[in-house]
Structure formats: C-alpha cells, structure tokens
C-alpha cells in the first residue's frame, strides 16, 4: 500500500537546518529548499527554519500556502545556477504567503560581485501569487533587487499593514528596491501603522520601488537611495 503524501506541515519548535547545499528537499540545485510546499501548507507557529547560508529556507508552489505565525526563517542563500535567482528565505512561486508574526531575517547570497544584480528577493520573492503581510518584522536581508521582498515575473499583490516592520533590508550593487522592489504586475498596497524603515538600495527606491503602488498608513521613514530614498515610481 503507498503512503499517504504529506499536504501539510506544522512548525512549532526546535529548529530544522539545512546540511548540504542541495538542500534538504528540492527539485534541483536552483529550486532546493529546506522544506518545499508544493500545493501543501507550511505552518510556521515557532521554532526556527535555519538555511544554513547553504539553501534557500522555504519554496512554495503550485498553490502552495505559507503561514508566518511566529519563529523565525533566516540564514537562507538560495542558489545561483544559471539566470537569476529569487528568494534567499522564502520563494513562493504561484502560490501565496500570509505572515502575522516572526522574524525573517539575515538571508543574504550577495558576494559584492557584478552578478549580485541577478540575485532577488533576499527575505521574500514572489512570482505569481499574493504576500499579505500584518504582523512580524524581515529584516537584514540583502539581494540585488528587492532586499526585503522582490516580486517579479507573473502577477499578483503585496499588502504591508498592521504592524509589519520592513527595516534595514538592502539592495546592493546598481540595483533598486531596498525594502521592496515590484514590476509593474503587481500591487502594493502599505496601511494601517506598518513601517518601512532604514532599508537601502543603490540606485532607487530606498524603501519602496514600484509602478502600483497606494499608501493609506503607515510610516516609510529613514530609507536611503541614490534616486528615491523613500519611494521610486518605475
């Protein structure tokens, strides 16, 4: 008789670590991760998903669904093999990501070299789906574009309320997006008393660089950037 496939996954101690570059579970090199939600459920109550600086932490896709309570997923370094790379802590491809509390936190692949510029999303990366963040802080993540959160490629929305904390996330080299970096797919929306604070990007948009963009609260204060400090309209 075959087992039963796993559909959800509930974190709510300990600490689950990355070991070998390849990850723990993952497709391949680009796509390992240390747990992969593919159209499952991750629940992240407490406890801590570590990448190790070897593997990105968490890659949901397929209408898979992640859930930040609390805890913390940091130390995640998604791999650069061939094109860019996305989301050094969580990469949700077609899926979505709701985070009410937690810490993400000190994900960062970034070398200093020209090729950084292909790395994106050092706390989050989007690709086709939604971020709604109310609660929690990403932190002290760094990639090319999108230090915090990048959304590129597909289409969807990030949401910044409640008492979200983007802070001191950057983007390095010539980029752009320190605390958030979104094409023109997506919308973002920040309100209510979220704060974007002290990220920095290189070229533009300090702390927010997007086409879609309404502000109906909250405070984007203390962010640097060449063009931008606060926000950049690309």
Known sequence: EEAEETRSVDVKTGRIKATQDNGVLGHDAQNAAVIAVIGGTLCLEDGIIDGNHRVRCVLAEDSGRVYVEGGAVMNGKALLVGGAQFGNGIYVRNGSLNMTGGVIADNNANTGEWYDEYRRGGGIALKDGSLDISGGIIANNRAGVGGGICAEGGSGSITINGEAVIAENTSSLYSWGGGIAANGS???????????????????????????????????????????GGIAAD
């Open 186 to 228: 997506y919308q973002v929306t920040v309100g209510e008393d979220a704060l974007i604070s002290r990220n920095s990007a290189k070229s533009g948009g300090g702390g927010i660089m997007a086409k879609k963009l309404t502000v109906t609260g909250g405070q984007i204060t203390g962010n640097e950037a060449h063009t931008g």
